[in-house]
């Protein structure tokens, strides 16, 4: 009983700001976009003192009942965009307190996520055009190394595809390079899903390239499957795979998935080998690239063969 009360204050602590609601004095809330463990995001109209429309912003709110921990995550975030100024990643527009919550407003990007473009969308990118793709994504890579941070979270839902190119977002878990365990205002350990080393984000876009190479797979119908349900049946499948390809072990870059008991080198067999190589340096199979710059001439050089 006494936990379920907890739950429902949490809940209420958490509710999310309606459409209309005014905060920081200039960003007007014009939807939700969701919610993750320490916070809240909306898509927000930035207005001047005179009321004109200066442009959306993404804002996001520390989680009010994580509100220490996730205060703590709001300003290394600011720290890590106001480092980047790169035309691809979102600038840091703005940082507040507001209700008793730290509150961050970014650049808003329109387009689609790469998880969208996959499963909502069911794009399909051919090898080719994952490795175009992978060139830009670690151009991004390599910028933000240079300014001192790890990303740490580069995955399909934080990179998005419009007209201009691909955006890489949330900035949530960044670090700086090599740094130590990072701790909340109450001594507490800063979440964090991989050491924050350069290795890090190069194995991270090993799976999303992976993934990506995946949504063209068409995985064999199972022989006991009637022919009319052979399709969807295999596109379930092929969901099924390319999401554990993206959810490999970051221990030991395996990608085999037991329920088949097939590795995705057994499955993508028409993959060049420079893009089998490439993959196996980047998951960590093989001697791992010391850089993204590294790694994007390697890139280079799987497209300039698969183009040949």
């Known amino acids: 009983m006494l936990e379920s009360i907890k739950e429902f204050v949490r809940a209420w602590r958490d509710y999310p ?37 200066a442009g959306e912003v993404a804002l996001k709110q520390a989680k009010p009942s994580r509100r220490r921990t996730a205060g703590a995550l709001l300003h290394r975030e600011r720290e890590a965009l106001l480092a980047m100024d790169h035309p691809f990643i979102p600038r840091c527009r703005g940082f507040f307190t507001e ?17 969208n473009l996959i499963f909502e969308d069911s794009r ?15 151009d991004r890579i390599e910028h933000v190394h240079a300014r001192g941070y790890v990303h740490l979270d580069i995955r ?8 201009d190119g691909l955006h890489l977002i949330d900035f ?32 991270d876009a090993g799976h999303l390239l992976l993934y990506m190479l995946y949504s063209g797979y068409t995985p064999p119908p199972e022989e006991s499957e009637p022919r009319s349900e052979a399709s969807g049946a295999a596109a379930k499948r092929r969901s099924h795979k390319a999401r554990r390809a993206a959810g490999m072990s ?35 199979l093989d001697a791992p690239f010391a850089d ?17």
């Open 156 to 163: 399909i839902p934080n990179v998005i595809m419009n007209e």
């Open 172 to 203: 949530g878990l960044a670090r700086r390079i090599g740094e130590d365990e990072a701790r909340d205002p109450d001594g507490h350990p800063l979440p964090s899903r991989m050491p924050a080393r350069v290795t890090s984000d190069l194995e």
């Open 250 to 284: 970051q221990e030991s870059g395996t990608s085999e998935d037991h329920s088949s008991g097939r590795s995705w080198e057994e499955e993508l067999t028409t993959l060049s080998a420079p893009t089998a190589s490439l993959l196996r340096r980047l998951l960590r």
């Open 124 to 138: 399909v990118f051919s090898e080719a055009d994952c490795l175009r793709w992978a060139l830009d994504l670690f």
């Open 17 to 53: 700001l309606q459409p209309g609601r005014r905060v920081g004095g200039r960003y007007e809330v014009v939807e939700w976009l969701g919610m993750g463990s320490y916070g809240l995001s909306y898509r927000c109209i930035e207005r001047r003192e005179n009321g004109e429309n």
């Open 292 to 308: 993204a710059a590294q790694a994007s001439a390697a890139i280079r050089f799987s497209l300039h063969e698969r183009e040949r």
């Open 99 to 115: 209700m008793r919550c730290e509150w961050l407003a970014a650049d808003y990007v329109r387009g689609r996520t790469l998880e």
